[in-house]
Nanobody
Framework: QVQLVESGGGLVQAGGSLRLSCAAS????????MGWFRQAPGKEREFVAAISWLGSSTYYADSVKGRFTISRDNAKNTLYLQMNSLKPEDTAVYYC????????????????WGQGTQVTVSS
């Protein structure tokens, strides 16, 4: 079992940057694909980015490609999301999650979730 705790959210102006972290407990963190999702008010949860268990492969939603970077440090059991050139439409609660497989953008395929961290981008 894995427990996840996100941090690093906050209020930032458009064009600014934030770095989200997701701290994981449990000895099997390195075995999981890790993903970031987000959910804005009144909208469904959507995929943002994912990274393979070794960190050698990543993929992104088109809406964040070139602006966001996902990374992980398995020695620290921590997942990151560096967000640059933020836009008001990036405003959402951001969640990290685990997946035992690779390649899914469907939140229903992810097993463990954090509680989320709020990101608000002002125009």
């Amino acid at each position: 079992q894995v427990q996840l705790v996100e941090s690093g959210g906050g209020l930032v102006q458009a064009g600014g940057s934030l770095r989200l972290s997701c701290a994981a407990s449990g000895r099997t963190f390195s075995r999981y694909t890790m993903g970031w999702f987000r959910q804005a008010p009144g909208k469904e949860r959507e995929f943002v980015a994912a990274i393979s268990w070794l960190g050698s492969s990543t993929y992104y939603a088109d809406s964040v490609k070139g602006r966001f970077t996902i990374s992980r440090d398995n020695a620290k059991n921590t997942l990151y999301l560096q967000m640059n050139s933020l836009k008001p439409e990036d405003t959402a609660v951001y969640y990290c999650a685990t997946d035992q497989a690779w390649g899914s953008r469907d939140p229903n395929d992810y097993d463990y979730w954090g509680q989320g961290t709020q990101v608000t981008v002002s125009s």
